[in-house]
């Protein structure tokens, strides 16, 4: 192993490893994903070390060292190395076979496409559009595995003595993924000391009015995608009080006219609107493309969503955001929407960047799978999961450290 590996691997474990672990050294794990990966067993990840497996193994699973604070020095360092330009949350399916991994549970699995036997890890990725790392992760836990949502006595028994083997934490219950990934950005921004970012997401967080408020009171500015069948006012629409009849409760101030889908404010709108924009260059250049720009056709709106969740202001109305919508010149109507509580100054180039930077996180997921064997952990405990997604990040920081400097050490 050169020194750079060893010295940058030093520098991310430093005060989460006890002295008595220091015989199997998280240098020699991350080595092993980054030359061995893609096998699916710490066997001959071992072997081709030269150390124990069952020291390697009781380094994942059962010596002591913090994995949180690993990932607060890796989120830390990229902050200083990447300057992220938001933080994308996604999750992640890892298919499994049998029920005595942790939380593991037939669930649908965007990775599957699918209902499977899996687990689910939620992730939050410091990204920009050239590097990200992904920065913090939590495992799902379904409801079939918290027994204080379980009624019958029984069955609650059995899920208890099931998370005692797989050693989950007392505090470790049934939590939605977009709760978990607000308990990850407090975690980073206000015990780690991460700055507060833009936040991007799919439709599966975006649609959660909850979800996008809880950014809001924490301060964060996000841009969301959005199924188009969900309800807005125009921005224009205002609250009116009807006459009151002297009976009953005086009326509040309401909208005249209902809501309608986001698509048919887009639709209202007109295709002449959409201009194009380009948010970044890709890596096929074509000779109609010789810059291998990426480009389409957008438009932006000012709206007001309707759900009976989102706060009304005293005299009835309803806050205002951006509705972008993505409408390429072939297509008989829009392709994509994201909802953004960004500035009412804020470009349409920015809005868009931020609504395509997602993409990042599927490089994450690619290189992290297919690279650096994250979904290959063959252990049973809900530590061990984490410990071991923590390190296969970790080798993905000092696959990040190289790219972005040349003249790194590659390793042995």
Known sequence: MRPRLVEFTAAMLDGA???SDQRVKGELYMRGLLTDGARKSMQPMAERLGVDHQQLQQFITSSTWDYTAVRANVARWAVDAIDPAAYVIDDSGFPKDGTASPCVARQYSGTLGKTGNCQIGVSVQAVTDTASVAANWRLFCPRSWDDTMVADPDRAAAVRARRGRARLPDDVRHREKWRLA???????????GLPRLPVAADSGYGDCTLFRLGLAERGLRYVVQVDPTATAHPADAVPVTAAYSGRGRPPRPAYP???????????????????QVTWRRGSRRSTTNPTAAMRSHFLRLRIRPANRDIPRG???SLP???LIAEWPPGADEPV???LSNMQPRTSLKTLVRLGKIRWRVEHDYR????????????????????????????AQAFCTLLRLDPEADAPA
Do not use: C, N
């Open 17 to 19: 490893v006890r002295r």
């Open 257 to 275: 006219d209902p809501p309608v889908t986001l698509k048919d404010l887009v639709l209202a709108a007109g295709r002449g609107t959409a201009r």
């Open 367 to 394: 290189e992290l799978k297919a690279g650096l064997g994250i979904d290959h952990f063959e252990g049973r405990s809900f530590t061990g999961w984490h410990r071991h997604v923590t390190l296969t990040v970790l």
């Open 182 to 192: 607000l308990d990850m950005l407090d975690q980073m921004i206000d015990l780690w």
């Open 314 to 316: 005293g005299d009835g």
């Open 320 to 322: 205002e955001y951006w």
């Open 336 to 338: 994509k929407y994201w």
